[in-house]
């Protein structure tokens, strides 16, 4: 006897042996039909369209196969057909079947809806205690379900709340460990590579990213496809992510592919699928593609000043980092296009030339973008870099945080937003991208975390190599900052969990020693070249006063809504480098979450983490304020290190920036699923209070000093021969560093005496900003800064000689500017002749034979 419901357009058929059964649906949802047969060992669900031709050799090898391994009695297994409006004979076929087998369904849809719809049909239709998902082709044959079972039947012991996944989401407030837990499915290696091939977000550390043969738990998979919306062959990645998402372990097993499956007709396949699965991946990742669009929009309104006029404006509180980052970018253009070694330049700092891989060149984004920099210039590079490097960091931390920590996808942008946006990242947005494009580091994260997982140990040290290495070449001292921030961390961790953080510590070794043999081949020589070779040095003068004022923690930044720069001017080195001013607010806030959620392991760690970064950052010495007592500070233990010697202290501060972003996002995934409309409230206005003070203004501008036409016309060409210098008046140095954007307006035609960059100085080779002083090029700034020029004695001429000559000097140029006449009549004393006016300059030829 044979009962069929259909509602909505599904109908559940079934045969019952003499015993009358019914089904139900729900219109305009996931199908759903009662269990037939009560409570099964394992459901079988195989979605089918247009498959009469091998429908019926699969019911048979399925049905020998789950009778030899399972057994033959009514409660051992079913066989669920879900036929998605086909117009062959697959219904005909599964219907007759049942006739035979009672454990053998069929459900019907009267639409064609997808294979997504019929899986989802299938699952929520199944009663068993596992589920296998397989195809009605046998592309995997049967019997490689064994696999499965040993691997679901597996225990797997591991806190995904704290290694790296959700962990329980559901009951944060009484939080228990899911130890001895068994996987929630097994993969099978088969399936889309459509889905695959667009990188869709699956398990970590599996390739089987869909599931044309898998096996779940019976409850889990019923959640996983009763939350699933997809209906097309994209709901594989919406399934995956979604169990991802609840921290269950997924196990991946290699399965044997039937050497030739049974295909259907090539004029039965949908024309549409491929299209189908493109809108249905992108409807996946359209929550994703709106953060990032929102981070790109919020990074633009931080540059929009910048961005509106690149010509003629200048980041104002940039000093000179702007025009020395815009010659990085020219640089390593012109040493590429010309196929010049990029790890060094003879191009300022004449005679000696500039250590490239000892600076914050960036290699790694300065020579990708050269097709940019060559289209469009130098500072739409520097104004592109800043703005898409600080929206792709605010993704990567927002991808970090949802993937590991939590459900909410605007918590984890709020996370992410404030990783990125915090008031040093903005800070440092006025000049500095290596501290301010930090998107590898989330991944870099992220690959230590699948570490101590230990699953995938070689692939995903060899992963963090190269990612060390790539980061490396965006910024090394960024880099040094968040190790020690990753080492605080790990240690916190053996404080709060000493058995877990002792289990990861054998496969994080394992995958350290690996990624540093990733890592030793490619950065041998780079690294050579920085500490060894030509004008390098071995640690950077920051003076005693680099840490942080214990009031800079507390104190708004300059560029932060709350802000006074008059306040923030006096806590800091200098506008580039207000790296706390957090904010009392939101430091309150960052303390309440971790009282809140203190039974939370991850948050004791960020807690300690937070606590010690700050503590190191205000340096060997700390004030108190408002009194005359210094007191020694932790940084004491780490200044003379090697490396450590070189970082200025307060940047450890900016570890608190995605400390305080998880943080945030922890508070706000749980705040918003708070069942008290009152207390939801409550929490949401706390976060805004702590939050407002601190949202970023946009970077303040200034017109930019025009170019001499004496550059931009090219007549300097008659004055500097090739492999000779400019000798700009006064020499460009950290405090004045114009003549840099000569050069690079020049394409590099002529080189510069003088320069903004690290370098070594002395017999110590220690490091410092800009070329090493000559009597000369003291004077000149002297004089052009208030000071009265000395006599000229014999003995300056013959230093003026020297020093010319050292720089290999081919003309000396002074722009028009304040102090001009001082200048021009004290260099035409020390060279003995007046000089030739040029368009918008004064020009002394100096060259071979022309020096006095």
């Known amino acids: 006897m044979t009962d069929t419901t259909a509602t909505g357009g599904i109908e559940a058929t079934g045969g ?200 779940f738990d019976g409850d889990r998979a019923r959640a996983a496809f009763g939350a699933s919306v997809l209906d097309g062959p994209a709901i594989d990645a919406e399934v995956l992510r979604w169990v991802r998402r609840q921290g269950w372990h997924v196990a991946e097993v290699p399965v044997r592919r039937t050497p030739e499956p049974a295909a259907r007709p090539r004029a039965a396949k949908a024309p549409g699928d491929r299209r189908r699965a493109l809108k249905e991946l992108f409807r996946l990742n359209s929550g994703g593609l709106a953060v990032a669009a929102v981070f790109i929009a919020l990074s633009a309104y931080v540059f929009h000043g910048l961005w509106a006029d690149l010509d003629g404006r200048y980041l104002k509180d940039a000093l000179q980092d702007q025009n020395q980052w815009e010659w990085f970018v020219g640089v390593a253009t012109d040493n590429i296009t010309h196929l010049r070694n990029p790890l060094f330049t003879l191009a300022q700092g004449m005679p000696d030339g500039v250590n490239l891989m000892a600076n914050a060149t960036m290699l790694g984004l300065t020579v990708p973008l050269i097709p940019v920099t060559l289209l469009f210039g130098e500072t739409v590079t520097f104004a592109l870099v800043l703005t898409l490097g600080m929206a792709a960091s605010a993704w990567t931390w927002y991808w970090l945080i949802r993937r590991r920590l939590v459900r909410s996808r605007w918590a984890a942008a709020a996370g992410g937003a404030l990783a990125a946006f915090a008031p040093p990242m903005v800070s440092h947005a006025n ?105 390098s040095y071995h640690s950077v003068l920051h003076g005693d006063n680099a840490g942080n004022s214990p009031r800079a923690l507390v104190e708004y930044a300059a560029r932060s809504l709350f802000g006074d720069a008059e306040t923030a001017g006096r806590l800091s080195l200098n506008t580039t480098e207000q790296n706390a001013f957090y904010g009392w607010p939101l430091l309150a806030l960052g303390v309440a979450v971790c009282v809140w959620m203190w039974r939370r392991r991850v948050v004791r760690a960020l807690a300690i983490t937070g606590a010690v970064a700050l503590a190191l950052s205000l340096g060997p010495w700390v004030p108190v304020p408002r009194t005359d007592v210094v007191l020694p500070g932790p940084w004491r233990l780490m200044v003379k290190l090697p490396l450590f010697e070189s970082v200025i202290e307060g940047r450890v501060a900016m570890v608190c920036a995605p400390v305080l972003g998880v943080l945030l996002a922890l508070a706000l995934d749980r705040i918003v699923r708070t069942g008290t409309r009152e207390l939801r409230t409550l929490g949401l206005l706390a976060v805004a209070a702590a939050l407002i003070p601190v949202l970023p203004l946009p970077l303040a501008v200034r017109e930019r000093a025009p170019v001499p036409a004496f550059i931009t016309s090219g007549a300097w ?31 590099f035609g002529f080189r510069l005496a003088g320069g903004y960059f690290n370098g070594p100085w002395g017999p110590d080779r220690i490091g410092i900003y800009g070329a090493t002083p000559r009597h000369l090029s003291n004077l000149l700034r002297d004089v052009r800064y208030g000071q009265q020029p000395p006599e000229i004695t014999p003995q300056w001429r013959e230093q003026a000689r020297r020093d010319l000559e050292f720089w290999k000097a081919g003309a ?29 300059v004064w020009v002394w030829r100096v060259g071979p034979g022309q020096a006095p």
């Open 16 to 215: 019952t042996g003499g015993t009358e059964a019914s089904g139900e649906k729900t219109t305009g949802g996931p199908a759903v039909a009662r269990a037939w047969l009560g409570a099964v060992g394992l459901s079988v669900v195989i979605p089918a369209h247009e498959d009469a031709h091998r429908i019926a050799p699969a019911l048979d090898a399925f049905r020998a196969h789950l009778d030899a391994r399972l057994g033959n009695g009514p409660g051992d297994w079913e066989l669920i057909v879900v036929d998605d409006a086909s117009t062959d004979a697959t219904a005909a076929l599964v219907e007759a079947a049942a006739a035979d087998e009672p454990r053998i369904r069929l459900i019907r849809s009267e639409d064609h809806r997808g294979r997504g719809a019929a899986l989802r049909a299938g699952v929520l239709a199944s009663a068993g205690e596992r589920v296998l998902l397989a195809d009605a082709g046998l592309s995997t044959p049967p019997a490689e379900l064994d696999r499965l079972e040993q691997a679901l039947a597996e225990e797997y012991d591991g806190d995904h709340d704290d290694h790296g996944n959700h962990g329980n989401h559901g009951n944060h407030g009484n939080h228990k460990d899911r130890e001895d837990q068994a996987p929630a499915a097994a993969l099978g290696r088969t399936g889309n590579r459509l889905v695959r091939a667009l990188g869709i977000p699956g398990i970590p550390g599996f390739r089987a990213d869909t599931c044309g043969f898998a096996l």
């Open 431 to 535: 000049g500095h991208p290596n501290f301010v494009v930090l998107f590898m580091l989330p991944l870099i994260i992220d690959r230590a975390l699948c570490l101590c997982e230990g699953r995938k140990v070689v692939r995903d040290g060899v992963l963090l190599g190269l990612f060390a290495t790539y980061q490396i070449f965006l910024g090394e001292e960024p880099l040094l900052i968040a190790a020690l921030g990753m080492l605080i961390f790990s240690l916190a961790y053996v404080l709060v969990d000493r058995r877990r953080a002792l289990a990861a510590a054998r496969p994080l070794g394992l995958g350290l020693v690996i990624a540093a043999g990733v890592c030793l081949p490619l950065l041998i020589f780079p690294l050579y070249w920085q500490f060894f070779g030509p004008q």
């Open 717 to 747: 060409k008659g004055y500097v021969k090739d492999g000779e210098a400019l000798v700009p008046v006064p020499l460009p140095d950290p405090g004045q560093a114009d003549a840099l954007h000569w050069q690079v307006e020049a394409d």
């Open 812 to 840: 000396v140029v002074l722009p028009f500017q304040d102090r001009e006449a001082e200048l021009r009549d004290m260099i035409s004393e020390l060279l003995g002749r007046q000089p030739e006016k040029v368009e918008d």
